[in-house]
C-alpha cells in the first residue's frame, strides 16, 4: 500500500512478495490502459468494454477463485488489493469486475453444475463472456423477500417472467444469472442467455453516477428455459445473499481505493497551490483536513486486511463484511467531499478526480445493501433482536 497511498501503519509490511506484486500490477494497469480513457467514457456515459479480455488476460476475474473456476486461485487479501486498484481508477471499473467475479462467477461456481462450470466459467475468467446479476427488482431493493420475478415448471422446462432493475453489465451481458421464486415460494437461480426468446434488456439513462458503467433493466416475458439452465445446489434467499456478501467484500476494499486517489489528489494539489505566503498545504485548517483523512483511511485499511485474512482462513462473517462496506462507504463519501474543498473551484472539474468519485460513491453508498440496512444488520447481531419485519 505505501507505493500507492498513505499506510501510516505499515500495512505493507503484512503483505506477502506475491500480494504486493499483484498490487504493483493492477495499479500499473489502472495507470497505462484505464486511466487515459476515464474521462471520455465518464462525460459521454459509456463503459470501456474494449478492457474485458485485458482484464481476463490479467486475471482480474474472479480472481480469488480456483484456476479450474476460471480465476487465479489467489488470496481474497490480493483480490481486495486488485479491487482497491481498479475503483481508485473509477467504481465503473471496479464495479465490472466485481459483478463479474462475486455476482455471476462464484454462483456458478459454488451452486452450478459441472456442466454449467464448464461452459461459462473459463470464458467468463477471460473477459470473452460477459455476465450479470439479476436480483434488484423496480419495487424490491432492500427487500428481495419481495421477489416479484416467477419462475414455474412447464414439463422439463421452465418459465421465467419478471423485471430487474439497476443491473450492471445487463447489456452487455451474455448471461445473466436471474432469481425468481417459484410457485411454492422457492427463490431459484437461472442462467439465462442473451438472445433467448422472451429475454430483453434495456439500458438506464440520465444517470448522474457511475456514468462509466453500463446500468441496465432486464425483461423477461414468458421466457423458456431447460432445466439445465437452473443452478441445481441452492434454494432459497440465501443463494443470492451469499452472492452479494461476496460483492461487499470488494466493495468494501474499492472505497478505500477509491479514498486514497481523492486523499492523494488533494495532497499533491495541496502542496502545488500557492495562497497568500504559502502552498495550502501549510495551513492549519487544511491540515486539520488531511489528519481527519489519513486517519479515517487507516482505519479502513486496517478493516479491510484483517477481513480478507479472516476470509482466507474461512472465518468471515457476513456482519463483518456488512460493518466494512458499511464504514468505508462512509469514510470514501467524506473523503471525496474534503478533498474537493481543498481543490477549491478546480475541484468541480472533470481533470481532477474527487468530484467523479464522490458522485460513484453516492450509488456505492445504496447499492449491494444500503447505509440503512447494514445499520440493521449490525444491529441484530449485537443486541439479537431483529428491528426490520420478517
Avoid at 137 to 164: A, L, Q, V, Y
Wanted: glycine letters at 12%.
Amino acid at each position: 500500500m505505501k507505493n500507492y497511498g498513505p499506510d501510516l501503519y505499515n500495512i505493507t509490511e503484512q503483505l506477502s512478495d506475491e500480494e504486493l506484486l499483484i498490487q504493483k500490477t493492477a495499479y500499473d494497469f489502472v495507470q497505462k490502459e484505464f486511466m487515459p480513457l476515464i474521462n471520455e467514457h465518464y462525460e459521454n456515459g459509456t463503459f470501456p468494454i474494449s478492457l474485458a479480455k485485458k482484464l481476463g488476460e490479467m486475471g482480474f476475474m474472479g480472481s480469488a477463485l480456483p484456476e479450474k473456476s476460471g480465476g487465479s486461485g489467489i488470496s481474497n487479501v490480493a483480490y481486495g488489493l486488485i479491487l482497491h486498484e481498479l475503483e481508485r481508477g473509477d467504481s465503473g471499473l471496479r464495479s465490472f469486475a466485481s459483478v463479474q467475479g462475486a455476482l455471476v462467477m462464484y454462483p456458478i461456481h459454488a451452486f452450478g453444475s459441472e456442466e454449467q462450470k464448464a461452459k461459462w466459467l473459463p470464458k467468463l475468467g477471460s473477459g470473452e463472456f460477459i455476465g450479470c446479476f439479476g436480483l434488484t427488482e423496480p419495487n424490491f431493493g432492500s427487500n428481495p423477500g419481495g421477489m416479484g420475478t416467477r419462475c414455474k415448471r412447464d414439463g422439463s422446462d421452465w418459465i421465467i417472467n419478471g423485471n430487474k432493475m439497476w443491473i450492471t453489465n445487463g447489456t452487455l451481458a451474455d448471461v445473466a444469472v436471474v432469481w425468481a421464486r417459484d410457485d411454492n415460494g422457492i427463490v431459484r437461480g437461472f442462467l439465462i442467455e442473451k438472445g433467448m426468446q422472451g429475454f430483453t434488456s434495456s439500458n438506464i439513462h440520465g444517470k448522474l453516477s457511475l456514468r462509466a458503467s453500463v446500468t441496465s433493466e432486464l425483461s423477461m416475458a414468458n421466457v423458456r428455459v431447460p432445466d439445465s439452465a437452473r443452478l441445481p445446489n441452492i434454494e432459497g434467499l440465501k443463494g443470492p445473499l451469499s452472492c452479494l456478501t461476496q460483492a461487499r467484500y470488494g466493495i468494501a476494499w474499492g472505497m478505500v481505493g477509491a479514498a486514497v486517489d481523492c486523499y492523494n489528489c488533494a495532497l499533491e494539489y495541496s502542496k502545488e497551490r500557492q495562497q497568500f505566503s504559502k502552498p495550502i498545504a501549510g495551513y492549519q485548517l487544511t491540515q486539520a483536513k488531511f489528519a481527519e483523512m489519513i486517519t479515517r483511511i487507516t482505519e479502513s485499511q486496517l478493516l479491510v486486511y484483517r477481513l480478507g485474512r479472516l476470509k482466507d482462513q474461512g472465518d468471515m462473517t457476513y456482519q463483518q463484511v456488512s460493518l466494512a462496506k458499511r464504514n468505508n462507504c462512509v469514510v470514501a463519501r467524506d473523503i471525496a467531499k474534503t478533498s474537493r474543498e481543498i481543490l477549491g473551484g478546480n475541484g468541480i472539474t472533470i481533470d481532477y478526480s474527487p468530484m467523479r468519485h464522490m458522485a460513484n460513491i453516492e450509488s456505492v453508498f445504496t447499492y449491494e445493501g444500503t447505509h440503512e440496512m447494514h445499520t440493521l444488520i449490525l444491529g441484530q447481531e449485537v443486541t439479537g433482536i431483529p428491528a426490520y419485519d420478517s
